[in-house]
């Protein structure tokens, strides 16, 4: 026996089994995550059974879902008899059941998968929908009942998470605003789960305070991160997006404490562009300044390398499209410090998240094809006129370049704080 505190907005959801999906949307710092990890292990203390985790990229499960389940276990003084192995990343316990993880950036492998009878999807919403029908599939077991937990802070009406178990122009399941009242809603076969950082008893006043920010400078992520609401996303990719003098955009850089110097470069020739531009962070304030661009197009490499001397006189690292491995090596043969950025599957839209993160991002007034692009940059839309996440209505090059420039860079994701809250219930553990 021991003693482990959760958060009693969440104390039905951990031991209820009744159901085959189990749908948890909300907020940043709500401990929907932290709970997901602790049902899972307590039910496979419970009973022998195989589960899946699944993230749409497998990479990312060490630092999240691996790293959940692992400190929750060692938290519940399991460390020796439940063993978390990390090549391959996988958990096994002490009853036979087992824990393993797969990304959905290598279908091929799921299909070596048998018995599965407890599949979780962290950040479901960024999982493909044909992803999600392959893993419905791989839900079988012969004997066991079938359990699938899909969990993600809300985004776009338009995404598929919605439209199935919300509502589409075709079909009505769920009113999301009956959810958002009710707080847990149960709809045939699946227990829906709604939750807000206020939830999380524990969390510091501080956090709360930072998301109440974003209601300022991005409305957008304000609905997200601190209501937990799914809805229309604004159109405008980087509302928070500010034009100032160049004079004062380097005064406000001057007076950065251990600023965050980055360059990055995103090639082109004939309709496309050589885009460079130098940009620094402040890390404290999470603002992301913009001062100093070279852009232009039909330019041999060697033309460019001429026109762009100086940062080979620096030495200053350019981090540049990785698409084009043999310009980086010319420009390398050339005497320039330069690299390629990591691309990956989905990097397109999880580099999109990472610059959305900044409060604000201030471009100099001379970097006029940067203000020109990313002023009123856009989302595409589809035929029905839903917004495609990961595209825009423009090639904007200068918005490649500032992705490859912070390629090795964190932006503080505010739902990264994890905490575990509320009364005392004592569980059972063998």
């Known amino acids: 026996m021991t003693e482990k505190e959760v958060n009693p907005h969440f104390e039905d959801f951990l031991f209820d089994w009744q159901h085959k999906f ?37 990479d990312t499960h060490r630092d999240s879902t691996f790293s959940l389940l692992e400190e929750i276990i060692i938290d519940l003084g399991l ?22 993880f797969k990304g959905m950036d290598k ?28 893993l419905i599939g791989r839900l ?11 969990s993600t802070n809300p985004v776009s009406t338009s995404n598929w998470c919605y439209k199935f178990f919300f509502k589409d122009k075709m079909n009505v399941v769920l009113d999301d605003e009956e959810l958002y009242r009710d707080r847990v809603v149960i709809v045939k076969n699946t227990y829906y789960h709604h939750s807000v950082a206020d939830d999380n008893l524990f969390l510091p006043l501080s956090y709360i305070e930072q998301l109440d920010e974003l209601q300022i400078h991005d409305p957008d992520l304000y609905r997200i991160a601190r209501k937990g609401r799914f809805g229309v996303n604004g159109r405008l990719v ?55 661009e070279y852009y232009k197009n039909k330019m041999t490499d060697d033309r460019t390398a001429t026109e762009i001397i100086e940062f080979k006189k620096t030495r200053e ?24 950025a990591k691309k990956f599957q989905g990097s397109r839209a999880q580099y999109t998240k990472k610059i959305k993160r900044f409060k604000k991002i201030i ?48 932006v503080a994701d505010l739902k990264g704080y994890t905490v575990t809250v509320g009364d005392k219930y004592k569980l059972g553990v063998r």
């Open 22 to 58: 189990y749908f948890l949307v909300g907020g940043y710092g709500s401990s929907k995550s932290y709970h997901v990890a602790l049902k899972l292990i307590l039910k496979l203390l419970e009973e022998k059974r195989t589960a899946l985790v699944v993230r749409e990229v497998y």
């Open 317 to 340: 690292l350019i981090r540049a499209d990785s698409a084009e491995p043999k310009t980086i090596a010319f420009y390398r043969q050339m005497g320039f410090n330069m690299q390629p």
């Open 238 to 292: 980087l509302p928070q997006f500010e034009e100032r003098s160049h004079d004062k955009v380097m005064e406000a850089i001057s007076q950065i404490k251990s600023p965050v110097k980055r360059v990055g470069m995103d090639f082109g020739f004939e309709d496309s562009y050589n885009a460079l531009l130098r940009v620094v962070v402040d890390h404290k304030e999470k603002i992301l300044y913009i001062h100093w």
């Open 363 to 410: 471009c100099s007034s001379n970097c006029t094809n940067t203000i020109s692009e990313l002023k009123d940059l856009t989302y595409a839309v589809n035929k029905d006129g839903e917004i495609i996440e990961d595209e825009f209505n423009i090639d904007p090059h200068t918005f490649s370049a500032i992705w490859y420039a912070l390629d090795d860079y964190e």
């Open 107 to 134: 279908p091929a492998k799921l299909k070596s998968i048998h018995n599965v009878s407890i599949i979780w999807i962290e950040e479901c919403s960024e999982v493909k929908y044909a992803g999600f029908k392959e």
């Open 79 to 100: 460390e020796g008899k439940v063993r978390p192995m990390s090549s391959p990343m996988h958990i096994r316990f002490p009853n036979g059941s087992r824990i393993i």
């Open 140 to 150: 079988r077991h012969p004997k066991l009942p079938l359990h699938m937990i899909l």
